[in-house]
């Protein structure tokens, strides 16, 4: 399986590709030291691949690095062992998408806005499996792949660094019953289920709430634990999907569904109006 880089293996490759700039040290150096080519050199330094620890101390030794940096690397080369999430991506999945679920998997928070279905880090199978039904003609993976791609993102709301998940659901996604009554009594079940989680808030947007944000479709907000990684925003459309990440206009969207998060129902509220609809399916 081909490598991809991670937030974790980019950072160890940044310090090192600083040091060795401060060292006025060439790649051609380093590999010659390691007795590897340059591009393997490159791809420590871009997050593809995890140094050795013999080869990542020899590095440190050619670019005369202090104990301090010394001890950064040995951090960033133990985090950057860590196992990520791992995510299973259907078939033909635009290339944003994937880096979308790349960033899901490696953040510490993801806010999400579902305007017209349960978002699908809370999807149950069946419900999945409705969805993947009424889009197929934009789904080149078989239906069960695609559904297990989806329901293998959920993995990342156990365990013990679980994303903090915050999704703000339009009232009308949960009347819509997608894939009959019994599908959708079991996800709003799951729905209520999902929201007793310390780490996942629900919110419902009631009808009476009237306009919203812009009103021009959903998006989730990634954010991470360290500061010098930045939030990003992903927008989610039928033919593919795009990053926002222009600091402002990530601001615009943080703004937003802050605004939008104070207008609706309480988590309390919510998981009663969500516990009503399931008794009115019955």
Known sequence: ?????????????????????????????ASKLLRVSEP??????????????????????????TDEERSEAALLWEDAGERATRIVTP????KAFRAFLRAEAEADTARVLGPLVIPGLLQTHAYARAINAGGHQFHSASPERYVNARLSRQARLS??????????IDESVIHRVV??????????????????RENVTVQIMPFGLGAYGTMSGGFTIIGYADPDDLPAVYLEYAAGGAWVENVNDVQHFSGMFD?????????GESTDLIRSQAKALE
Not at 2 to 24: I, M, N
Not at 91 to 94: E, Q, R
Not at 259 to 267: G, K, M
């Open 1 to 29: 399986m081909p490598t991809t880089p991670t937030r974790r293996k980019r950072r160890l490759g940044q310090l090192l590709a600083r040091l060795r700039s401060e060292a006025d040290k060439t790649l051609g150096a």
């Open 40 to 65: 393997t050199v490159s791809r420590y330094e871009t997050g593809y691949v995890r140094p050795g620890w013999a080869a990542m101390q020899a590095l440190l030794a050619l670019y005369n690095a």
């Open 91 to 94: 078939t033909g999945s635009p």
């Open 159 to 168: 365990g013990p660094a679980p994303l903090r998940l915050h999704a703000l």
């Open 179 to 196: 894939g009959g009554p019994d599908v959708m009594i079991e996800q709003l079940q799951h729905l209520i289920t999902s929201a007793e």
């Open 259 to 267: 605004e939008i998060a104070a207008s609706a129902l309480t988590p």
